[in-house]
T-cell receptor, first 113, second 114 residues
């Protein structure tokens, strides 16, 4: 079993829809949770960063972390064709040390105009 | 956020040759990482580039194949040595922000080995 599970999609939605992207994880030590957006042939771009449990909102994006269920979500409101990309969840156990992030496999999102 | 540049952005190389990828950051960072992303897959950590000491490699990656240098707090290089077609991938430089645990990525180097 992978440490982080993410549905690869593709997920296709019409413009204006609310998109829900999810990851589950097995390591209860994870405390830092991130969502990245990666356009084709580009590097990942940090979208949302959350420490521990709770919600965080930034414009059309909302990140939720439920540590008791080991489940994180990213919601995109009023989705736009420009949101079409691969979304990667990532998480980390500690604030220090050499370990980098553990990534999900990514969900490919297509927003149809 | 840190601004990261990588050179080259892409290259096509012959089997058996080596390629050195450069990563430049616009500010001093404590931790720099090198990742590989194979087509259609997620990111795999190759190594952590340590300033002033040898890089720390992940399981499955060795220094002879992926030598790394980090001469200062804003620059690192990754060399892909004795390349084979299986090395065709995107190579990404990543840094950890000074505050918190945010990680940022460069634009990547797309490598094709023939």
């Amino acid at each position: 079993q992978k440490e982080v599970e993410q549905d690869p999609g593709p997920l296709s939605v019409p413009e204006g829809a609310i998109v829900s992207l999810n990851c589950t994880y097995s390591n209860s030590a994870f405390q830092y949770f991130m969502w990245y957006r990666q356009y084709s042939r580009k590097g990942p771009e940090l979208l949302m960063y959350t420490y521990s449990s709770g919600n965080k909102e930034d414009g059309r994006f909302t990140a939720q972390v439920d540590k008791s269920s080991k489940y994180i979500s990213l919601f995109i409101r009023d989705s736009q064709p420009s949101d079409s990309a691969t979304y990667l969840c990532a998480m980390s156990a500690g604030d220090t040390g050499r370990r980098a992030l553990t990534f999900g496999s990514g969900t490919r999102l297509q927003v149809q105009p | 956020s840190a601004v990261i540049s990588q050179k080259p952005s892409r290259d096509i190389c012959q089997r058996g040759t080596s390629l050195t990828i450069q990563c430049q950051v616009d500010s001093q960072v404590t931790m720099m990482f090198w990742y590989r992303q194979q087509p259609g897959q997620s990111l795999t950590l190759i190594a952590t580039a340590n300033q002033g000491s040898e890089a720390t490699y992940e399981s499955g990656f060795v220094i002879d194949k992926f030598p790394i240098s980090r001469p200062n707090l804003t620059f690192s290089t990754l060399t892909v040595s004795n390349m084979s077609p299986e090395d065709s991938s995107i190579y990404l430089c990543s840094v950890r922000a000074a505050e918190g645990n945010r990680r940022f990525f460069g634009p990547g180097t797309r490598l094709t080995v023939l």
